[in-house]
């Protein structure tokens, strides 16, 4: 299991894992078409984003039958916010990328990770199982994220930041 | 209107009626939000 | 007691027992229960539909019920405000503050505001103050309980109650059977015909609207003005307007209404919920307190106001229809009593316990915590209810007052004021939990005309506005707090279908590389 406690600001940047980017460079024009149609790419910029990836294992009994679940959790390092994720994959680093310097320490973050995870479950089970949560691994990993500018023929330059992982996008 | 003084008409009228034209206008200024299926489009 | 009405009655339980097992078997219990925090998409029909069964409670049938019966249309005017109670939360608890939350990482209500207003006093006052008042709310289903099972199987009150708390805390307690969404489905439509069938049977006995109004006119023609039984609020804006305002924005007090809106994770769903929701409630809010007054005409010596709907249903439907139509009440009371105890213990557990008295605590602890709450809380609400329920109504009536009159000014200055402060939202809270509270305790609304309600909200709101003005320089509100409700704030006039689609999920990072940016 990767280090948990200690702090990774050693740790040489291309040594951490990267989440798989689901929409890779050659995607990204068609998907900025597909925002909007008007919307033109004039330059983009690889960032990998830091995160704190912890899987959590638990056991759930239900009528006799023992079963175990898992569930991981993205901790933002920067500003601290959790969300919980499938089906998380890995893949290469985005060539040339932004790295942001992550700037809480990862103990709280962990821990916010597991009331996340816990919330989750209750909301979702509505009861409460019957055993605890098992961290199994907690990794840094970077997210990778496009940073688009790009012009609109009616409304000027634009920044996007689309997220390499469902293509979502912001405007910044 | 169905035996009712004026000022319970009023009130079993107008406030829903109140409430229906807020409901539109919710829906008017929200305009530019799309339905759902182009929005799971989107992503 | 009639047996084909007990006999549908078990009939329908073991029916839904057997819905809830099966569909628990196909794990299917957490598609809807995960939706909101899981970001996993659910249609705005089913959304809306549930969330409005989950207010189709002890209130609605008992307490609105009595309204109707005591007040006769004095009544509508709270039923006016709940019509839009719905959308009025779902367009107020707008984009910007789901956007503020989701900045800053909060991912219940009260933990939202311990971190828009920093101070562990935020969160210990919201947290004591919440789980005060949903167990207040807890007692008013536990006497609606009590008092449902009393009118159905003919056992006096106390021995009703004590069945009706006991199988309330063992459901809750063993984790309830699941309230899988498809029963919580299904129940609503049972409600709904339920309660169509009664109001036809009602008005078909009654001989229409008109008729009845004119009848009740002859009893007694205040009945039919919109000031009361005897006139008692004439002229009395003060009152009625925060009778208005209860059900319309008191909604947004309650810890686990905001907590849902937060959560969710796509905010367009809001516009369609917020329809379905007007138009349902158009339909079914009104429909107890009407029932309430017709049941005047019908049911002229009721003992106790507050079974006016179930003795309705009991004189006027078939016996099997009323077995399945009360069970169906009865589920209803008992899953908003299990649900409510569950959020209270979570709070108790979650925003008490982890938070002030250990940070390190470990699931099963939490657990424990949790029930050992409701049990806690259950015999509480139990012994109360037992030796001196109060009217449901004003329980209802009371927990929303002042969970609206804390809570309404810290939540609408969060994302909208910036100099809105921690001091401001501590004061806000405590003179608006103070002032509804002693209100209504010493019935000042007798001597000022004005209702708790709209006393407790101005007063609050006041509290804001003049605590975080006078502590600007002491209190200033943190720079990061600042840039995240800039982030929340639409600066530039951009496409609205643009803006709309964006990722909500996406504002923290954004708000990092902006950030960055500004210091390199």
Sequence with gaps: MEASGSPVLDAADDEEAWLKARLPLDGLERRVAGIDAELAIDAVEPIGFPYLLCLYR?????????????????????????????????????????????????????????????QVRRHRLKRRSASGLELMRCQTVRKPLWRVTAHHERHGELDLLIDALNGGYYLL | MFGLPVSTTWLVIGVPVFWVLYTLGFLWVTRGWPGIKRSESGR | MNSTVLLFLALYFIGMLAVGVISMRRGGS????????????????????????????????????????????????????????????????????????????????????????????????????????????????????????????????????????????????????????????????????????????????????????????????????????????????????????????????????VTRHMAMRNPFHARRAGVYSTLWNLVFVSAPYILGTLAILVLPDLDDPEQ???????????????????????????????????????????????????????????????????????????????????????????????????????????????????????????????????????????????HPMLAGVVLSSLAMVVASLLTQASHPVSEHILKAMEETAELRPLPRPLKAQQSFEMAHEALTLKLSERTA
């Design chain 3, 30 to 257: 957490s598609s809807m229960e995960g939706y909101y925090l899981s970001g996993r998409n659910v249609g705005p029909l089913v959304t809306a539909m549930t969330m409005q069964s989950t207010s189709m409670s002890g209130y609605m049938f008992l307490g609105a019920g009595s309204l109707g019966y005591t007040q006769g249309y004095y009544g509508f005017w709270y039923a006016a405000g709940d019509i839009g109670g719905g959308v009025v939360n779902l367009s107020v608890l707008g984009r910007r503050m789901r956007k503020l939350s989701q900045i800053m990482g909060a991912l219940t209500s009260i933990e939202y505001l311990e971190k828009r207003y920093p101070s562990k006093w935020v969160r210990l006052i919201a947290a004591v103050l919440s789980v005060s008042l949903l167990g207040a709310y807890v007692l008013a289903q536990f006497i609606a309980g009590g008092k449902g099972l009393e009118l159905v199987t003919g056992l006096p009150y106390e021995v009703a109650l004590a069945i009706a708390v006991s199988v309330i805390l063992a459901y809750t307690l063993m984790g309830g059977y699941g309230a899988v969404a498809y029963t919580d489905l299904l129940q609503s439509f049972v409600m709904i015909i339920g309660i169509v069938w009664i109001l036809v049977a009602t008005l078909q006995e009654v001989g229409g609207l008109t008729a009845a109004n004119h009848a009740i006119a002859s009893i007694d023609p205040t009945l039919l003005s919109i000031w009361g039984k005897d006139l008692v609020h004439e002229g009395q804006w003060g009152i009625v307007l925060g009778a208005l305002l209860i059900f319309s924005i008191g909604y947004m007090g309650w810890p686990h209404v």
């Design chain 1, 58 to 118: 638990w056991n759930t009994r239900r009528w006799g039958m023992s079963r175990q679940e898992l569930m991981s959790c993205l901790v933002d390092r920067c500003q601290g916010v959790s969300t919980t994720v499938e089906g998380v994959e890995f893949g290469t680093p985005l060539g040339a990328a932004t790295l942001p310097a992550p700037e809480l320490e990862t103990p709280p973050l962990e821990r916010k990770a597991r009331q996340h995870v816990m």
């Design chain 3, 308 to 450: 006016a709907i179930f003795a309705l249903a009991q004189n006027l439907l078939p016996a099997a229809v009323v077995g399945i139509v009360m069970a169906a009440i009865m589920a209803a009371i008992m899953s908003t009593a299990d649900s409510i105890l569950l959020q209270t213990g979570s709070i108790a557990a979650r925003d008490l316990y982890e938070r002030f008295v250990n940070p390190d605590m470990e699931e099963k602890q939490m657990v424990r915590v949790s029930q050992l709450i409701v049990l806690l809380l259950g015999i509480a609400c139990g012994i109360v209810a037992a030796f001196e329920p109060p009217a449901i109504f004003s329980i209802v009536v009371f927990t929303t007052s002042v969970l609206g009159s804390a809570f309404l000014p810290a939540y609408v200055a969060a994302v909208w004021w910036r100099k809105a402060n921690t001091p401001g939202a501590l004061a806000s809270m405590i003179v608006g939990s103070l002032v509804a509270f002693f209100w209504q305790y010493l019935a000042l609304d007798g001597v000022t005309g004005l």
